[in-house]
């Protein structure tokens, strides 16, 4: 499946499906192979191990490549990941004419990306995405990395000139880091595709550890639509965080690594449609949600036991809010997201409430 993307630098074409990894260059725009003098692929430890020689071989055929292989986890995402790899960039001689591979989940797409748009003042990016998380974050252009105050502070937005997602890589995805991905699959589905929802809910819960490509191609169009009327978020780029607002003070509060970023979307999902119902608009019924969630393997445990003031608290340093005051995603009805500007008070009250 193709989908082809259009944004203001240019159109580029996310191509999903099986043992793409082996023939990247039929999935890349015509000519990539003449303009470029050189790749340099980056990987964390896990996906090199099992991707990278099938990968450097595969672009090697056509053009001299370079590997670097980072730590895996989300540290490398720093300051300090993003010096080593410029050093790498510079040591190997990467000038305007080269591109950079992104092989990875989320981490080494973001990384990559920012690299790829500050080197040089930026250069190509060729994501090729291994985790089902990285069907969201490798496309719609953020790239970026964390600082010690807070997640993603640091970035800059960089389009790809192609995303290749060979969903056989998924086969090695453990599954903690499976459900991670499947939470913005759901997000996807109610903030803009029925169907899919629909779908993802009738899948056979010990099936779910594998998925389809049309499923995926479906979250993707979602974000896709969205990111394309509004690149650079100033309106409705916003509904892409459903469920977030919740999920990062959850996140935040447990420590990160604690909660994976899935349970805590999930978590926060369920709570926004119940702050969507509490202001008088349908969508679905949290509690029903919670139960077909739960046969998932997400718990709900972090919405039953978090603590409403440091939670509002922590929403409150939200890099997303405006002038004090929370902005929420709720659904006016499934695939009808809007904003919400809620006080203080009325989310304390739905947060004490809920938890009864
Ligand atoms: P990740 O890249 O750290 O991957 C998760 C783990 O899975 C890692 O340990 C990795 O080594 C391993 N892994 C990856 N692919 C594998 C495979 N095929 N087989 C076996 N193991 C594999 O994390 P992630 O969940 O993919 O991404 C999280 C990051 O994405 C966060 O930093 C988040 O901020 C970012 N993000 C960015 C955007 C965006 O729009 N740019 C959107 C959402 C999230
Ligand atoms: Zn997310």
Request: charged fraction near 20%; aromatic fraction near 8%.
């Amino acid at each position: 499946q193709t989908i082809e993307v259009g944004s203001s630098s240019g159109t580029y074409a996310i191509t999903v499906g099986k043992q793409l990894r082996m023939t990247p260059y039929r999935y890349l725009p015509d000519h990539f192979s003449r303009k470029k003098n050189r790749l340099l692929i980056l990987a964390d430890e896990t996906v090199a191990s099992y991707y990278l020689e099938d990968v450097r071989a595969a672009y090697a055929e056509k053009l001299p490549v370079h590997t670097y292989v980072l730590p895996a986890g989300e540290a490398i995402k720093s300051f300090s990941g993003y010096e080593e790899v410029l050093t790498a960039c510079l040591e190997m001689r990467l000038d305007r004419e080269s591109a950079i591979i992104a092989l990875g989940g989320g981490v080494i797409g973001d990384l990559a990306g920012f690299v790829a748009a500050t080197y040089m003042r930026g250069i190509s990016l060729v994501q090729m995405p291994t985790t089902l998380l990285a069907h969201d974050s490798s496309i719609g252009g953020k790239t970026g990395i964390n600082h010690p105050e807070g997640k993603n502070m640091i970035g800059a937005f960089h389009q790809p000139e192609a995303v290749i997602y060979d969903i056989e890589m998924l086969d090695t995805l453990p599954e903690k880091e499976w459900l991670c991905g499947f939470g913005e699959l759901v997000k996807h589905g109610y903030i803009g595709d029925q169907h899919l929802l629909e779908q993802l809910k009738g899948l056979n819960q010990y099936a779910t550890f594998t998925i389809s490509d049309e499923l995926l191609a479906s979250s993707i169009t979602v974000k896709k639509e969205i990111v394309h009327q509004d690149e650079r978020e100033e309106s409705i780029r916003a509904y892409l965080n459903f469920g977030h607002t919740l999920a990062h003070a959850l996140e935040q509060t447990a420590g990160y690594g604690v909660l994976t970023h899935g349970e805590a979307v999930v978590n926060g999902m369920v709570f926004a449609l119940y702050v969507g119902r509490r202001l008088g608009y349908g969508g679905p019924d949290p509690a029903e949600e919670i139960q077909w969630l739960r046969a998932f393997g997400y718990s709900f445990a972090p919405l039953n036991q978090m603590n409403p003031s440091q939670i509002l608290q922590a929403m409150k340093r939200d890099k997303k809010n405006r002038g004090g005051s929370i902005r929420y995603v709720v659904l006016a009805n499934l695939q009808q997201p809007l904003i919400a500007t809620l006080g203080d008070e009325q989310l304390l009250t739905y947060m004490d409430a809920f938890k009864k």
